[in-house]
């Protein structure tokens, strides 16, 4: 996963898996939270789901400002292309 498509292809798949979401609701612009009715709970899980497919650990704190699909493909692009610290 490097690029923007590629993360929001994973991302749908992982969506339509873990919530059991109708593949068409996932929409770049559809939010998380009222279009897709995740709530926190299923938000931990896929911050840990991410982890597992990235080998990398999304921030509790840059997951608070995610609304919408297109903001966790934006927060996982910016993860996977950081420079190694």
């Known amino acids: 996963m490097q690029n ?5 292809s994973t991302l749908r798949e992982s969506l ?12 770049l612009e559809a939010n998380l939270y ?11 899980d896929l911050i840990d789901h991410i982890k597992r497919k990235t080998g990398k650990k999304l921030a509790a ?8 699909v297109g903001d966790v ?4 692009f910016r993860l996977v292309n950081a420079p190694a610290a």
Do not use: G
């Open 4 to 8: 923007r498509d590629e993360i929001f």
């Open 61 to 68: 704190e840059d997951f608070k400002a995610v609304r919408t």
């Open 73 to 76: 493909v934006e927060a996982v």
């Open 34 to 44: 009222q279009d897709l009715e995740i709530d926190s709970i299923d938000a931990v």
């Open 16 to 27: 339509v898996e873990l919530f059991e979401l109708e593949p068409e609701r996932v929409t």
